[in-house]
């Protein structure tokens, strides 16, 4: 990331912050899009996170830190628009059910399907620290960081997430069964 | 798939089978946004002084200045003229009868945030405080004196903030919301000062506070200013010095309500509304004519996300009232979204009067009016939207003759 950049955008330039989004929007989609598995709800995630990055941007201490700086507040515009989902569901839209967009040749549909609905099920978030981890790639600790979190608040939330995974895709035969859908 | 590393190879393979580009209209409507945004002032309080700390006279006044400066607030006790300024006021500066104390106790660095779900702005306060939400509506003709319930309140031990805002009439402009508010006093002799960005005035600048004020022999601050469409009014009363007015005021964020200048009439629904133009018009596809939920595909108008506008209407069934509609709506309504408690309000809408549900502010706002034998309902989607809301209707046309169905 170009610190000049932000530096720029910290002073208010409208145009190196433009510059800015450009340079991260796709990740922060990818990831928001991951965390909520919704691209309506990622691409309102996505843009809340960039109007709120440009708003607090002054308060931005250290420019070498933006994009971990970013990337929690996409996470926190994630929990945000899940709670919305959450609420609003009945008046507002129906979550839509979207599904991988590429084929996959490494797992099943069916195995998909499994870790689609699984993971809709774990809290978001458990959800956002294992997104940052296995799609990112990111350590706990620089997860810890990036949250504002304990490590071990991170590594806790991590290991339920693959716990809940685990548990739920043991469980979900019987549960497809049952035809129920969460979302 | 069982075990934990099985778990996590088909998870990481899962997760990389998803979308990599974001879509060009979600980065578009946010750079949009962002032309319309402004960005945070970066104010720091970040220390604090003992409340013994024994300042007394005028060498208290030189070093209390100085400190307030640095960013500490400062409460003037009884009897204190510390961190006064003496500037000139329309209301009278600080008079002789004003209290004088020889003390000044810190409060803290402006933590906390409030947002004022009602009126849409922002304000930092110190942790410990209290808040109260205003319980009606600050409009033309109203007085918003303290305890008239129109004003957010903000309050430490012998000080409060208070915040409400008005809808300017039509094309009223800011000139003339201010000399109405005057009532005779020529505001531009008024003391100026800065909100937001949004030059202001103070038109009590440290008289003392009169009855009904938290702390008898305080001092009060009032200030005005107008942000588009809307007049904010700001106060200060019980023992406060005009450093912690400016603080808090530096700390306001006013709501951003883009210039409506552009123009939507419903073909599907039967009204017209003016609206950002920057914002996307999705029209309706196909009328609403059955049940309670307007978010089905299609049966909306909608315009702009995040913060969004939708708008629908509905016939009434043959033989039901209005009443009985909107019990039902609102019964829907209320059990689908933030489960708070049903709250209505009146609002009026292209000179009918309907209702403005407010039990969710946090989440949308939206009123429902009957008008020709329709039910209309306008929705104002995210966080502390009422102004935009209210804005928006305030350019409402129905035309319930010209609705399909």
Partial sequence: MDRDLVEQARRGDREAFTVLVHQVSDVLYAVAYRILRDSGRAEDALQNALVIAWRRLPHLRDADRFEAWVHRILVH??????????????????????????????????????????????????????????????????????????????????????????????????????????? | MTDDRSVERAARSWL???????????????LLRIQTTRQERDLRVPWRVSPMFPLRGVAAAAVIGV?????????????????????????????PSAPAASAGAAIGPLSNTYTSARYGYQVRYPAGWSTKAATSSWIAGTTNNWGSGLNDEIRGSTVRFSGASQLLGAGQTADAWMRAYAAGSDPSTWPTITVDGFTGRIDADGVPASGGTISPGGRMFDAVTVDGPYAFNFNMDGYVDRATFDAFLATVTLPVIPALDGSFTSSVAGYSIRYPSAWTVIPATKPWTSGYDTSHAGISDTIGISPGFA?????????????????????????GTCRAAPQSEPVTI?????????????????????????????????????????????????????AKN
């Fill in chain 1, 77 to 183: 515009a994630c929990y945000d628009e899940s709670q919305r989902a959450r609420q609003w569901t009945a008046k507002i839209r129906v979550l839509p059910a979207d599904g991988p967009t590429t084929p996959d040749g490494s797992s099943s549909l069916a195995d998909r399907d499994e870790l689609e609905r699984a993971f809709r099920r774990l809290p978001i978030d458990q959800r956002a620290v294992f997104v940052l981890h296995h799609y990112l790639g990111l350590p706990l600790v620089e997860i810890a960081e990036i949250l504002d979190i304990p490590a071990g608040t991170a590594r806790s939330r991590l290991h339920y997430a693959t716990r809940g995974l685990r548990d739920a895709l043991t469980a979900e035969p019987e549960l497809a069964s049952q035809g129920g859908r969460l979302a």
């Fill in chain 2, 16 to 30: 990389d089978t998803g979308p990599t580009q974001a879509p060009d209209r979600a980065v578009e409507a946010a």
């Fill in chain 2, 67 to 95: 400190l307030a400066i640095g960013g500490l607030i400062v409460i003037a006790r009884p009897g204190s003229n510390v961190g006064v300024t003496q500037t000139p006021s329309p209301s009278g500066s600080s008079s």
């Fill in chain 2, 311 to 335: 708008g629908t209407s509905i016939a009434l069934p043959k033989g039901t009232s209005f009443a009985a509609w909107y019990a039902a709506y609102d019964a829907f309504r209320a059990g």
């Fill in chain 2, 350 to 402: 292209d000179g009918v009067v309907g209702q403005l549900d407010v039990h969710c502010p946090a989440d949308y706002v939206e009123a429902v009016v009957l008008a020709g034998g329709r039910a209309y309902v306008f929705t104002v989607y995210g966080s502390a939207q009422r102004p935009m809301l209210m804005s928006m209707l305030a350019t409402v046309k129905l035309m319930p003759g010209t």
